[in-house]
């Protein structure tokens, strides 16, 4: 059972920036695709960004191209979420996830084998 925990959620303005970590074993990184999604109140979870095989490829929702940057640390075995330039409709708790080889396409919550408890982020105007 692989453990993901995020932290680094908060409260900001429009405006500001967050950055979130996903601390995972060392088996996990090895194994599994890492992904940030996101659930805003009322909707359902959805992508925000990830990894592709390779640790290297890197993919984004159009919601947050541009403003988002996900990176990792392969010898402390954490992702991380850089957030920036931060909008009320980012608003919401954000989920780190596993995803397990040939389970899916990178965007898909159903590809994801393992979740994080997610973190709160808030963005006020």
């Known amino acids: 059972q692989a453990q993901l925990v995020e932290s680094g959620g908060g409260s900001v303005q429009a405006g500001g920036s967050l950055s979130l970590s996903c601390a995972a074993s060392?088996?996990?990184?090895?194994?599994?695709?890492m992904g940030w999604f996101r659930q805003a109140p009322g909707k359902e979870r959805e992508f925000v960004s990830g990894f592709g095989w390779s640790g290297v490829m890197t993919s984004y929702s159009d919601s947050v191209k541009g403003r988002f940057t996900i990176s990792r640390d392969n010898a402390k075995f954490t992702v991380f979420l850089q957030m920036a330039n931060l909008r009320p409709e980012d608003t919401g708790v954000y989920y780190c996830?596993?995803?397990?080889?040939?389970?899916?396409?990178?965007?898909?919550?159903?590809?994801?084998?393992?979740w994080g408890r997610g973190t709160q982020v808030t963005v006020s105007s």
């Open positions: 996830a596993a995803r397990g080889r040939g389970r899916g396409a990178i965007y898909s919550e159903s590809a994801y084998d393992y």
């Open positions: 060392a088996r996990t990184f090895s194994s599994y695709a």
